[in-house]
């Protein structure tokens, strides 16, 4: 079976529509062999909250060293998102694996009317992939209510309940007091509930089953709200003989609710220390719950999608100073419309949306609805959500805010104007045009004849559009097989440059999505850069410099300061565009260094080089990264892909660049892998995050480098596939770095890691040919050498 028929086996299943109760998912689940049977299992139930609580419970059992499953839902781009392991969704090839296997299962229970939902069979995915990976704990957010829900066949360790709203009323009940004790059922047998729950929706659920309370000071787990500190919010929590105090990346007071539930219930799993909670609380991310994606004007992504969830979106923008407010709603059809209409903020501007689901409202009564409870707002009908966003932003001035809210379907389909990528797969036997056409004396615009193969993804109805208008035009498109209804489709395009132009022409696309592709076909690499970045005109070469006694090449080489700033001025002088002042080893199963430690390392040769190259600083402390900014540094070089929450805004409040790498793990663990479908794509899709994160807080990506981070849980095979296609990563509009110098990739080729230097500069040799604008090296003169080869053959094409 191939991956797209698996998906459209498993999306097929939405014809069975909902059904309460756990017995046919048992039924699945014990086909399976009871994958579920010996799970260490959190549920988590509420009306709002759950998926944010999921991803923070996550991020703190992550911190506290356990490997972790976590099962969220809708997804927003890809249904793998919804079955994640460690962080990272599962892959292709186990989708198809486990569809393979339920095939016969589901055509056989459909003949007696007892065929899996779409829900169920998921639920069984994640419970299946957890047990495959040997998971430590399995995360679980319940679907509706708790008791009949496909997560209650789990015999949970450890349970949550959020919050409770009046929703799925004709499922859980009509009262607050009803849906409260449909979402009890989940309670463990031998551990108290945790809730952050009030008023007679606590006092229902403490009839039934014992329980842990969140909230103020006289719950067993107290939240104090600090507010907005910038692009994150403060939190203090503290439970008796613990507390804590940190920043969320999730915004608003109804997260730090959450933060304490995560908390509660991290430590009846796993008993963390201070420091997990606290660091793992600040990595958690969740996109699409009011996400930031730009500041002038304000522009926020939230899934709102009742009545309770859009009170928070209104109490969270209180946050926010600015002038008007523009609002686009598109939600789903079974939704209460009024009771969100009148929970969101007062609008100046309404405008009306649909995603592209089948169970979506129409424009048209959400237009009206909207209108009654905002009675002085002008309303505007745009039925493709990137279009109606793009609509509201073209009326906004800079001190306005724009918001989307009412479905996560509505938000993914808005957030992918900036977060799709276009890649250019390289075509080995693709001629250089332009040099060719200007020998042969041909016409400047017969360059539009170059030939483009292009790969995105794009909701099913753009896709269409899109590939009609380039089959009319002349050229080539095919979309992927797969039918996922509620989200975007692989396409590829074959088509010259002047057929991509006229088809975008003809084409109905929404703005955001004509733009970024005519952005990728009117250039070859990350786009415009500032002049005064080593990158801008040729591939810059960084000198690796390891201010350490225990770096895996030349640890012990250069850990005394002057040492070091000798070895700094021997690179500059052999050519080093960049030098890389690293005071940390990451080499698999390094020890930490204290951040001390590590700035009165790197910080007397920074102060020393700084006025002569361009110097780049290696660390993942956002205080090691600030004392070296302070000391004359250009760059934060990040091999944690940013995960330290204040790395960003030091950065941002820099003129400095910075380098987002991925890596599964810093330092690498040795013991654990990542599994990749297409280690290429995959790498790219996990890049997408830390990079908009960079840039919605004011970073432009030509100061973004991206890594994929060859050698770091990747094998040789794997990174050499990174470097034989490297060019791909200029889909996400950056400058590209390539870290390859001495590593262990090279032995298979049969050269010793550590002691490889012509391996190396074959590497390097490769990667500019590839199109890397940063080449990260220990040997700069033999880097020197190949880029200088590689450049003086590409200026010198077709000339003789």
Same mark, same amino acid.
């Given at each position: 079976?191939?991956?797209?028929?698996?998906?459209?086996?498993?999306?097929?299943?939405?014809?069975?529509?909902?059904?309460?109760?756990? =017995?046919?998912?048992?039924?699945?689940?014990?086909?399976?062999? =009871?994958?579920?049977?010996?799970?260490?299992?959190?549920?988590?139930?509420?009306?709002?909250?759950?998926?944010? $609580?999921?991803?923070?419970?996550?991020?703190?059992?992550?911190?506290?060293?356990? @490997?972790?499953?976590?099962?969220?839902?809708?997804?927003?781009?890809?249904?793998?998102?919804?079955?994640?392991?460690?962080?990272?969704?599962?892959?292709?090839?186990?989708?198809?694996?486990?569809?393979?296997?339920?095939?016969?299962?589901?055509?056989?229970?459909?003949?007696?009317?007892?065929?899996?939902?779409?829900?169920?069979?998921?639920?069984?995915?994640?419970?299946?992939?957890?047990?495959?990976?040997?998971?430590?704990?399995?995360?679980?957010?319940?679907?509706?209510?708790?008791?009949?829900?496909?997560?209650?066949v789990v015999d949970p360790a450890a349970s949550a309940i959020t919050t409770v709203t009046l929703e799925h009323t004709d499922t859980l009940g009509e009262t607050i007091p009803e849906i409260a004790r449909d979402m009890a059922a989940v309670a463990p047998t031998d551990r108290p509930l945790v809730t952050a729950t009030s008023g007679e929706a606590r006092a229902v659920i403490d009839d039934e089953t014992a329980i842990t309370t969140v909230g103020g000071p006289d719950d067993d787990v107290c939240v104090t709200d600090h507010g907005r500190e910038g692009l994150r919010w403060g939190v203090g929590l503290s439970g008796g003989d613990w507390s804590v105090e940190t920043t969320l990346d999730l915004l608003g007071p109804h997260q730090t609710q959450n933060a304490g539930v995560a908390a509660a219930l991290a430590r009846q799993i796993a008993a963390p220390d201070e420091r997990a909670i606290t660091d793992g609380l600040a990595r958690a991310t969740w996109p699409g719950r009011f996400e930031v994606l730009d500041r002038d004007p304000l522009v926020v992504l939230d899934g709102a999608h009742n009545p309770g969830a859009c009170e928070r979106l209104r109490e969270?923008?209180?946050?926010?100073?600015?002038?008007?407010?523009?609002?686009?709603?598109?939600? %789903?059809?079974?939704?209460?419309?009024?009771? %969100?209409?009148?929970?969101?903020?007062?609008?100046?501007?309404?405008?009306? @949306?649909? /995603?592209?689901?089948?169970?979506?409202?129409? /424009? @048209?009564?959400?237009?009206?609805?909207?209108?009654?409870?905002? /009675?002085?707002? $002008?309303?505007?009908?745009?039925?493709?959500?990137?279009?109606a966003l793009e609509v509201a932003l073209a009326g906004a001035e800079p001190s306005d805010a724009v918001v989307l809210a009412g479905s996560l379907y509505a938000v993914a389909e808005a957030r992918s104007g900036w977060t799709r990528t276009v890649v250019e797969p390289r075509i080995d036997d693709d001629p250089s045009l332009d040099a060719l056409f200007d020998r042969a004396s041909v016409a400047d615009n017969a360059i539009d004849a170059r030939q483009r193969t292009l790969h995105t993804r794009l909701p099913v109805a753009h896709a269409r559009a899109l590939d009609h208008a380039i089959e009319s035009a002349g050229g080539s498109c095919w979309i992927s097989g797969y039918a996922d209804r509620t989200g975007p489709v692989d396409v590829v395009v074959m088509a010259t440059e002047a057929t991509v132009r006229r088809a975008l022409n003809a084409a109905d696309l929404p703005t955001t999505v004509e733009n970024r592709l005519r952005d990728r076909i009117g250039r070859a690499g990350a786009g415009e850069v500032a002049p005064d970045w080593p990158w801008a005109d040729d591939p810059a070469i960084m000198g690796i410099l390891n201010v350490t006694p225990d770096s895996f090449h030349d640890g012990g080489e250069y850990d005394e300061a002057a040492d070091a700033i000798d070895r700094a001025r021997e690179m500059i002088a052999n050519g080093a565009d960049i030098v890389d002042v690293g005071g940390e080893s990451t080499r698999p199963g390094a020890d930490p260094v204290d951040a001390a430690v590590e700035r009165d390392r790197v910080v007397p040769v920074i102060d020393a080089i700084a006025d002569d190259v361009c110097v780049s600083v290696d660390t993942r402390k956002a205080s090691v990264a600030r004392a070296a900014l302070a000391a004359g540094a250009d760059i934060v070089n990040d091999v944690s892909g940013l995960e330290d929450p204040a790395m960003v805004p030091t950065v941002a409040d820099s003129d400095a660049g910075v380098v987002v790498m991925d890596s599964a793990d810093t330092p690498v663990d040795p013991t654990r892998?990542?599994?990749?479908?297409?280690?290429?794509?995959?790498?790219? =899709?996990?890049?997408?995050?830390?990079?908009?994160?960079?840039?919605?807080?004011?970073? =432009?990506?030509?100061?973004?480098?991206?890594?994929?981070?060859?050698?770091?849980?990747?094998?040789?095979?794997?990174?050499?596939a990174l470097l034989d296609r490297i060019d791909e990563f200029h889909a996400l509009g950056c400058p590209v770095m390539v870290g390859h110098s001495q590593k262990s990739m090279f032995e298979a080729v049969d050269r010793p890691a550590g002691d490889c230097p012509d391996a190396t500069q074959a590497g390097t040799t490769l990667a500019v040919a590839r199109g890397a604008d940063v080449i990260r090296v220990h040997d700069v003169e033999r880097a020197v050498i190949a880029r200088d080869v590689v450049e003086t053959a590409h200026a010198t094409r077709f000339d003789h």
């Open positions: 079976m191939e991956y797209h028929e698996a998906v459209s086996s498993l999306f097929d299943l939405h014809r069975y529509g909902t059904r309460p109760g756990t =017995d046919a998912c048992r039924d699945l689940l014990a086909e399976l062999s =009871d994958p579920h049977a010996d799970l260490t299992a959190v549920q988590i139930a509420g009306s709002n909250g759950k998926g944010s $609580t999921a991803r923070m419970l996550e991020s703190v059992l992550r911190e506290a060293g356990l @490997t972790v499953g976590t099962f969220t839902s809708p997804h927003l781009e890809d249904v793998r998102e919804r079955v994640r392991i460690d962080g990272r969704p599962i892959r292709r090839a186990e989708l198809t694996a486990f569809v393979e296997r339920i095939d016969p299962i589901v055509t056989d229970r459909a003949q007696s009317g007892a065929a899996p939902t779409f829900f169920e069979a998921v639920t069984a995915l994640a419970l299946w992939a957890f047990d495959r990976h040997a998971v430590d704990v399995a995360i679980l957010e319940v679907g509706i209510g708790g008791r009949y829900d496909a997560t209650s969270t923008l209180a946050a926010f100073e600015f002038d008007r407010l523009h609002i686009v709603v598109g939600a %789903m059809a079974d939704k209460d419309h009024r009771g %969100m209409a009148e929970a969101l903020p007062e609008a100046d501007r309404i405008v009306a @949306t649909r /995603p592209a689901n089948d169970r979506a409202e129409t /424009p @048209t009564v959400l237009s009206e609805t909207l209108g009654d409870a905002h /009675p002085g707002a $002008t309303r505007v009908i745009e039925p493709d959500v990137e279009d892998s990542v599994a990749y479908d297409d280690v290429v794509r995959d790498v790219i =899709d996990a890049l997408r995050d830390p990079v908009l994160r960079a840039e919605r807080a004011g970073i =432009d990506r030509d100061r973004i480098l991206v890594d994929p981070g060859l050698g770091f849980g990747k094998t040789a095979a794997e990174s050499f």
